[in-house]
């Protein structure tokens, strides 16, 4: 029953980590083949900023995925960018209006070792912001042949006092046996980790950028 206990409150400082801590860091915890990854940053810019950041994210996702590799996925190793030992090339995607979910085409490169061509992923995009001013938004992959066999992703909007906010990235990960055996523990922090807190300082720079515009207009 105790341990019950721990799981339970463990699982809730996972979850909403950004009333938990307002310190930047990032750090990943391992539990039975499962990687979750959290990312918290504190910068000085509008709630309305950050939301619209994450709106703009989701939007784009579902409709011009492209753009996103000039901002939200900039210097992520991601289209073909080399010097790094994992590259994702998006070939296609196409938004399905009525079910909401986007259908993805990519290309896996591990350099020297093995390409993975024509990889389909279907996931779901949606962001929502609370009465309270807190904005979630989630990823959820449903399906990537054999690349994963879970991925889920939240990020958390939450004021902070002033004109501050917190933006938390989280990342719950689950390998296909490929990368199962291909991205060990010690690798993990060299290949996904860092692309983490990455998208969450692109997150914030574009939020500071976007609240420093429009306090000029």
């Keep these: 029953m105790h341990k ?13 980590p950004t009333w938990a801590s307002t310190s930047d860091t990032t750090y990943t915890v391992y539990d039975d083949g499962e990687y979750t990854t959290t990312s918290i940053k504190r910068i000085k810019a509008s709630n309305a900023a950050a939301i619209n950041t994450v709106q703009e994210l989701v939007r784009e996702f579902e409709t011009t995925p492209g753009k996103l590799f000039d901002w ?38 591990v350099p020297g070792i093995k390409t993975f061509k024509n990889v389909k992923i279907d996931a779901i995009v949606n962001a929502k912001t609370s009465a309270t001013g807190v904005t979630k938004a989630i990823a ?41 055996i291909f991205i060990t523990q010690k690798r993990y922090k060299s290949i996904v980790e860092w692309r983490v807190k990455k ?9 500071i950028k976007s609240d420093k515009t429009k306090t000029k207009q």
């Design 199 to 207: 998208f969450t300082e692109n997150m914030c720079d574009t939020t």
């Design 4 to 16: 019950q206990i721990l799981i339970f409150l463990f699982s809730i400082l996972i979850s909403f």
């Design 140 to 180: 959820d992959v449903l399906y990537s042949d054999m690349l994963l066999k879970k991925a889920y992703g939240q990020i958390f909007v939450v004021p902070h006092r002033g004109n501050e906010v917190v933006i938390t990235s989280i990342l719950k990960t689950k390998f296909g046996w490929f990368f199962n």
């Design 72 to 109: 939200a996925l900039k210097d992520l190793g991601f289209q073909g960018q080399k010097d790094n030992e994992l590259v994702i090339a998006l070939k296609s995607s196409t938004f399905d209006k009525k079910t909401g979910i986007t259908h993805g085409l990519i290309d896996v490169i």
